[in-house]
């Protein structure tokens, strides 16, 4: 994760590319929200709410296949 403001950015590198798949936003003391970056640039959020460990899970749960090495 990358710290950008309020934001947490995960990040996936490949080779010499570094793509940013989601973030985690800081909502209140704890809180964080989450969205994914759609093929258009675009944030697009993602259902959920919770504490950073609670929120990454669930961004991680909810985007697998885009932390697959081979995708």
């Not at 590319?17 to 944030?43: K, P």
């Amino acid at each position: 994760m990358k710290p950008y403001g309020k934001h947490l950015l995960i990040q996936m590198h490949r080779d010499d590319n570094v793509d940013t798949i989601a973030r985690l936003t800081e909502t209140g003391r704890n809180a964080y929200s989450s969205a994914f970056r759609s093929h258009t640039g675009r944030w697009e959020p993602l259902p959920g709410t919770g504490d950073l460990a609670t929120t990454a899970d669930l961004v991680v749960t909810l985007l697998a296949i885009y932390f697959d090495p081979n995708y």
